[in-house]
């Protein structure tokens, strides 16, 4: 009638004429639209401009019916949260007289309108009563979108057909969560966390925390010596060697505000937050405040997970390598022999930082470089030796997982070193079949000869 689609997606994308015009596989709606037809002054007026408007009609107080179908909407939307996304209302669209209570000149349907809060047309809706009823309820009500096209349907019970409109689709993450805000706040409703078993409220705690725990070592006036705390939002966060990440893109300080719900929530909350969380660490200096600190919490397995976060330099300098401006093994210990210390430690994370910031570089500051080592030096080369260095202080540790700016080759073959280093530890062979001291001390001979010219 109005010409091809392509004329109507064009001309009438958003104009009321063109979302009219696209009704037409919906008789539902259009029939709607067909009772309360909008004024010709208007067909041509985008969404912005106008909406289209059902006619009101007067009342019907005596609609037991329609009665019945809010009050079950009503209900539903109390007990489900996706159906009360719809804001479905309902109204009714002919004056015709109620089904219920029954008159002489019985009818057998009546037309009610269906509307979704983001949908701009209602769906036409017929309703009747089941055979033999005697009692107006949710049960007895049968509906069936009206759609004289294709012919009379046979009808659904009411319940049922509203729980048909229902769609999960955005109901995860941040918009789930904004959902499920608004549909407690609309019923009154709270979460009863302490109606909880004491294991899921720790780990509900546990995640609004934000698991990501930044440990610190702090002087305190009231003790002597340095006190182990829960990370701030700043401070030992890990956040100087990507300094091209856009902050959105960084890990989420923890926030504490939990905390002062109340005493018992306190307690809960700091067991959560020391024990099964992953505690950071933006270098080796900021965990080895943390370790040498005389008063840690001690009531708490908290130190099994461990990420840590360095550059190439730090990676260095924490496993014991020195430039000089060839590699060498400085007769100091290094830090990393504080990893053998910890009895509980049963996952380490290592975050390799970016090649591409130069105070990563070993020989950045170097005031001889040899002309060979370019501004960015081969960063897959820099990680290998770091690794053959570190296998000494790695090799206890049940898991061990290499992250960050590492080649997918080096991380496949490093980690399938020292899980089978571990897996075979009381063990006089291994299977992996590499020997890293002798790869160690093959690297530092090599290197030797440069070492005398200099």
């Given at each position: 009638m109005y010409g091809c689609d392509e004329y109507f997606d064009e001309h009438f994308d958003d104009k009321l004429i063109g979302r009219i015009y696209r009704l037409r596989h919906d008789p539902s709606r259009m029939f709607s639209v067909c009772l309360s037809p909008p004024p010709s002054s208007k067909l041509y007026l985008t969404s912005d401009q106008y909406k289209w408007k059902m006619r009101?009609?007067?009342?019907?107080?005596?609609?037991?019916m329609l009665q019945v179908i809010k009050k079950t909407i009503a209900e539903l939307n109390k007990q489900y949260m996706l159906f009360w996304r719809i804001g479905l209302e309902v109204s009714h669209l002919t004056m015709s007289p109620p089904l219920w209570p029954r008159h002489l000149e019985e009818y057998s349907t009546k037309l009610y309108a269906f509307k979704e809060k983001d949908r701009e047309f209602p769906m036409a809706v017929e309703a009747t009563l089941s055979r033999g009823c005697r009692r107006l309820t949710a049960e007895t009500i049968l509906v069936r979108e009206k759609d004289d096209m294709n012919g009379p349907k046979p009808g659904m019970p009411l319940k049922t057909w509203l729980l048909f409109l229902v769609n999960s689709r955005d109901s995860l993450g941040e918009a789930g969560w904004q959902l499920q805000r608004g549909w407690w706040a609309s019923n009154d409703q709270d979460f009863s966390i302490m109606t909880l078993p004491a294991e899921i409220r720790c780990e509900i705690l546990r995640q609004i925390l934000g698991g990501n725990i930044y440990p610190v070592a702090r002087e305190n006036p009231n003790v002597s010596g340095p006190?182990?705390?829960?990370?701030?939002?700043?401070?030992?966060?890990p956040v100087s060697h990507w300094p091209e990440v856009p902050p959105a893109s960084r890990p989420d300080p923890p926030n504490y505000a939990i905390l002062r719900a109340s005493k018992q929530i306190y307690g809960e909350g700091l067991k959560a937050a020391w024990e099964g969380t992953t505690k950071h660490f933006a270098d080796g200096l900021w965990l080895e405040k943390v370790l040498e600190a005389p008063i840690a919490p001690s009531n708490?397995?908290?130190?099994?997970?461990?990420?840590?976060?360095?550059?190439?330099?730090?990676?260095?300098?924490?496993?014991?390598?020195?430039?000089?401006?060839?590699?060498?093994?400085?007769?100091?210990?290094?830090?990393a022999r504080l990893l053998q210390g910890i009895a509980t430690l049963n996952n380490l994370e290592i975050v390799f930082?970016?090649?591409?910031?130069?105070?990563?570089?070993?020989?950045?500051?170097?005031?001889?470089?040899?002309?060979?080592?370019?501004?960015?030096?081969?960063?897959k080369i820099m990680v290998e030796w770091a690794l053959i260095f570190a296998f000494p202080y790695l090799k206890h540790i049940p898991n061990v997982r290499l992250a960050g700016c590492i080649k997918t080759c080096t991380k496949s073959k490093w980690e399938h070193i020292l899980s089978n280093e571990y897996y075979l530890r009381k063990e006089s062979f291994k299977t992996h079949g590499y020997d890293p001291a002798m790869e160690a001390y093959e690297l530092l001979e090599e290197q030797r000869p440069m070492h005398r010219q200099v």
């Open positions: 009101v009609l007067p009342p019907q107080k005596n609609d037991q006190v182990v705390f829960l990370g701030a939002k700043s401070g030992n966060m708490y397995r908290w130190l099994t997970h461990i990420q840590l976060s360095l550059s190439t330099k730090e990676c260095f300098r924490f496993f014991g390598i020195d430039i000089h401006p060839v590699l060498r093994l400085p007769p100091l210990v290094p830090k930082g970016s090649p591409y910031v130069p105070y990563s570089n070993p020989w950045f500051s170097f005031p001889n470089r040899p002309p060979t080592i370019m501004k960015y030096p081969c960063h």
